[in-house]
């Protein structure tokens, strides 16, 4: 492919599959509903969208959404195809842009009055744009070193309730999870700067006992503040994380924006945390939005070191081949040498206990990546510590290939967590 | 409600109406799947989400997304119910923060697992936004002052093909487009800062043109550069645009951020050229996404001047309706004095030409608006000033009350275009 983009997509159409995908290139190009003047054979040679591939995969009589137009010849009995299409680019179009890539493959062509379903896929960059963005900071290597985890996965909390409780009551609960041992904290993603709990008195009074624990034992605990808010505010809020000697900041990646976040990053010394909340709106209709494969390439690429991908067993809808899919894409490389790879931390979240362990490190044959649990932590029958413990348990026990039950016969705060957590 | 924040949905449960909308309300405010220490009752008392409103609207037998849990008691046959909800927060939790905003009103929610649809149908916000934020900073008047209109809607294009034209070529359209008498002229969203045609030289020769144009004529038409990148080159380029004469720059919404466009409104000194691409994401499915209605909210606040929203009869799959009333919503006023309106201009575009001219006048009841025409102006058989003057005959029309083939008796060129556009 060179230097071209390729985007795919799963659609569905009432025209002839060819008719609509050239629909569709000519709308993300050179074309429009008209051929106009200046539209030659040289410059559609040289800048129209190019399709790749058609594959047909289902046929049915009734649309998947509502507003597609049916062509006139199939008025009366219209068939619904379903297909995968593949289409390409020249990077000359639109440039090393991730802003202006997603006009190109995610822009109007959702609205195209030929599909009755148009979801992205999947897209495949040319290095242009490795060299273009800056890519995660820290990824995994940087995230391990600044949180002294060498090995495993963090084992890591939400701060709850999300919302509420005051920069104190905030330092205090951090006191007694930093007490239980817990590698990694974060802010939830509705608690930013609200004038009920202001950032900055949140970083001093947060990093005053997270100092004073990291004195006292070696280990400074990671802890996400959520910076989330205008581009100038983010930047100061990133300078008093830091001062503060804090080593991680947090933002809602679709509140920010991909500008938003690629300026971020290059301002930022820390690891950036990268929240989706908001991600159902792209995900949950199986007939329109976009993949994790695809939403996350745009994500790392701008500079995320960590990125959100739902657990296994969630409290949310996501089913768990998904949850393992997003996550394993996280830490697929997306250039080849010398390019970067551009891999971040997968950070589980959701209803997580030590029971998901197992399959989690079955399915993804890595640790590393953040394992959250806030139930899982702190309503452990035993306390904040036996929670810490119950999952570092569990995780042990994976490695080694033990079963849960097994290692809970020597590991007592596991066994507590397997009859708590059912 | 003071200083609440409030929003509405539409949503579809299995679950009993009042328990689904309470963990709704659980979920981005106070609570967790499960109770947790230190959510007490003062906590929940000033910091929760309150339902304010809950209205069944329907009720089925199927669900409408997949992936929604059922309630055990209902697991054998479900019955799904749809409502209208209202949900209402304390602005002291996310204070007045628009990216803070999205992650409490439009997050989480999407993927509860109680919900087999969800859609946000509006937001309101306290007046603490409207100071907050800076708004668009030349909406009707700034625009029509710019563009030397002061009257009637300003009759616009868009530079086709969109991409692939060479920064010479484009001026070359510009040129043909400003004889022919046209008020606005914008780059596809495609074109950014592609390679081929990169901003800065494209900006260079089409306000020759343009400068040209208006010491000859005395009327400076408004260009629409799309400005779309990552923060530092937006600032770059907007005053590329300024030193060069232009008037207008243009971003895509989506792929900026409201962070980004936020932070490029408080530095710009020209209108700001909203492009919604990709709004089909957020807008085709019935079932989960968000209204244009909550949508434009979002971005007016933030700073755009002008928002697209499609045109009647338009070559998507958006119906009429819904077109009027994104329309009507751009113009209506967001807060009430002595805050800030936020009223910005609505462009209609895609597919239009003269013929839609008298129902647009009717839906709208005012000219405050940017029509843009591709093929209605350059496919026009009379050429372009032909295109532009059948538009504009078609609005004197429809001002005076007077039918298109009545007024077509006198006026050659409207004449022409309700021949040439069935």
Same mark, same amino acid.
């Given at each position: ?22 629909? *569709? ?42 507003? /597609? ?11 619904? #195809? ?20 997603? =006009? ?8 195209? =009055? ?36 060498? %090995? ?91 001062? /503060?000697?804090?080593? +991680? ?40 939005? *976009?993949?994790? #494969? =695809? ?46 790879? +551009?891999?971040?931390?997968?950070? %589980? ?22 394992? +959250? ?12 510590? /036996?929670?810490? =413990?119950?999952? #570092? ?8 290939? #033990?079963?849960?039950?097994? /290692? ?15």
């Amino acid at each position: 492919m060179g230097d071209r983009v390729s985007a795919r997509y799963e659609i569905e159409t009432a025209f002839k599959l060819s008719e609509a995908v050239e629909a *569709m290139a000519g709308e993300q190009s050179t074309g429009t509903f008209a051929r106009v003047p200046g539209e030659t054979d040289e410059l559609r040679e040289a800048h129209a969208a190019r399709v790749e591939r058609i594959t047909q995969t289902g046929e049915g009589r009734r649309p998947a959404l509502p507003g /597609a137009k049916v062509p006139p010849a199939a008025a009366t009995r219209p068939v619904y #195809r379903r297909a995968e299409v593949e289409l390409s680019w020249p990077l000359a179009n639109m440039g090393p842009s991730l802003p202006n890539l997603l =006009a190109t493959v995610a822009g109007n062509l959702f609205e195209l =009055a030929q599909f009755s379903a148009l979801r992205l896929l999947d897209i495949q960059l040319p290095p242009a744009f490795a060299s273009a963005y800056a890519g995660p900071q820290f990824g995994v290597d940087g995230t391990r070193r600044l949180a002294g985890v060498a %090995f495993g996965p963090l084992i890591g909390t939400i701060i709850k309730p999300s919302v509420g409780l005051s920069p104190e009551a905030t330092a205090e609960a951090v006191s007694r999870l930093a007490e239980g041992g817990i590698d990694f904290i974060k802010d939830d993603e509705l608690q930013a700067d609200g004038p009920h709990n202001p950032l900055e008195l949140r970083v001093e009074k947060v990093m005053r006992v997270l100092n004073d624990h990291a004195e006292r034992t070696g280990k400074k605990i990671m802890y996400a503040f959520n910076i989330t808010g205008g581009i100038d505010q983010m930047l100061q809020r990133h300078d008093q994380v830091r001062r /503060a000697g804090g080593t +991680c900041i947090m933002v809602s990646l679709n509140g920010i924006g991909l500008a938003g976040l690629d300026h971020l990053r290059r301002y930022s010394q820390l690891p950036i945390h990268g929240h989706r909340n908001g991600w159902g709106l792209f995900s949950r209709s199986p007939d329109i939005g *976009m993949s994790y #494969r =695809a939403y996350q390439k745009l994500w790392r690429l701008a500079g995320a070191d960590h990125m959100h991908v739902n657990g296994l067993r969630n409290k949310f809808c996501e089913d768990d081949d998904s949850v393992v899919e997003s996550a394993r894409t996280c830490l697929t490389p997306m250039f080849t040498p010398p390019d970067k790879d +551009c891999i971040v931390m997968p950070v %589980f979240s959701s209803g997580q206990t030590a029971r998901q362990v197992p399959d989690t490190y079955k399915a993804l044959g890595s640790t590393d990546l953040i394992y +959250c649990c806030g139930g899982g932590v702190v309503a452990h029958p035993g306390g904040v510590a /036996a929670g810490v =413990a119950s999952l #570092r348990q569990a995780w042990e026990a994976a490695l080694e290939g #033990r079963a849960l039950d097994e /290692a809970a016969r020597d590991n007592a705060e596991l066994a507590q967590a397997l009859d708590a957590f059912r």
